[in-house]
């Protein structure tokens, strides 16, 4: 009956999570997305763009398509000669460009083609700087470019990946201390339980983070959002037989254990906590 009380108790809290939901929003349709850092052109009046040899269907916003020049984008020297370049393979531009003189950034966040060049015009030499022909690796592709006193240009990935080695620890280890924390609570102390309980954690909360991390790079985070519950479902299933087959009987008293519920509890739990978690600290998630 105790046993009972602690399970209704730690149901109402997820409950109580649920009631305090995690925002909406109504776009949810996340796009891939280039996103480029620029070195050695400092004190260079530049612009740049993508060209691609797939054909463009313009964002709405763009009214005519690529051919259309919008005064609030930049000079209309600098498209005009963005777009009359003529390139070699057959690449064209793209419809989206941006004056970097300042920022020395370029993001391309809406359609961002799957293979393209960085075409870049020099303002006060009127010439053309163009890469290699590069890869979207990632649903988010990092790229930092950069310029060398021979005039070309040299684009290595800076994907964050260390960053993303450490998010993920954190996420498994926060994850492990809650179960851990909701095990105590609802009475199961004995050492056999903890171990039983951090080890089958472990497991699954590692192949849950790495499977979403994966998920998330190459898919981006509407296929993540869906992926997620679809996880975490097999996540409870694993962990519910697990326990039915460890810990189905307490260690002291020899009385049966309610496992599937304390499964979908603290599942339950830690993660409507990672979505509180997502919101205070969102580098993390």
């Not at 498994?172 to 809650?178: E, F, G, K, R, S």
């Amino acid at each position: 009956m105790k046993m009972k009380k602690r399970l209704c108790a730690l149901l109402a809290m997820l409950v109580l999570f649920c009631i305090m939901a995690v925002p909406v929003w109504a776009d949810m349709g996340p796009k891939p997305t280039v996103d480029l850092t620029f070195k050695g052109l400092e004190g260079q009046q530049y612009a740049v763009a993508l060209i691609s040899r797939m054909e463009y269907t313009p964002a709405p916003w763009m009214g005519d398509g690529w051919d259309a020049y919008n005064p609030e984008d930049g000079k209309k020297e600098n498209w005009q000669a963005l777009h009359d370049y003529v390139d070699p393979d057959g690449c064209k531009f793209g419809g989206y460009w941006e004056e970097c003189s300042e920022s020395h950034h370029f993001r391309w966040d809406y359609r961002a083609p799957s293979r393209f060049k960085i075409l870049i015009w020099l303002e006060d030499t009127q010439t053309y700087l163009v890469s290699e022909e590069l890869d979207r690796y990632a649903f988010d592709a990092y790229f930092t470019v950069q310029y060398t006193p021979e005039g070309t240009l040299q684009v290595k990935r800076s994907y964050d990946y260390t960053w993303e080695l450490i998010s993920l620890v954190c996420r498994v280890v926060l994850t492990i201390a809650i179960e851990l924390v909701l095990a105590w609570m609802i009475g199961w102390r004995a050492r056999r339980d903890m171990q039983v309980l951090l080890w089958t954690n472990v497991v699954t909360q590692l192949g849950l983070n790495i499977a979403l991390n994966v998920t998330n790079y190459m898919q981006g985070s509407l296929v993540f959002a869906f992926a997620f519950f679809a996880f975490e479902l097999i996540v409870f299933v694993i962990e519910g037989a697990v326990y039915q087959y460890l810990l189905r009987r307490d260690p002291n008293t020899g009385k049966k254990r309610h496992v599937w519920l304390y499964a979908l509890g603290a599942n339950g739990v830690s993660m409507l906590l990672g979505f509180k978690l997502a919101q205070w600290i969102p580098g993390i998630f």
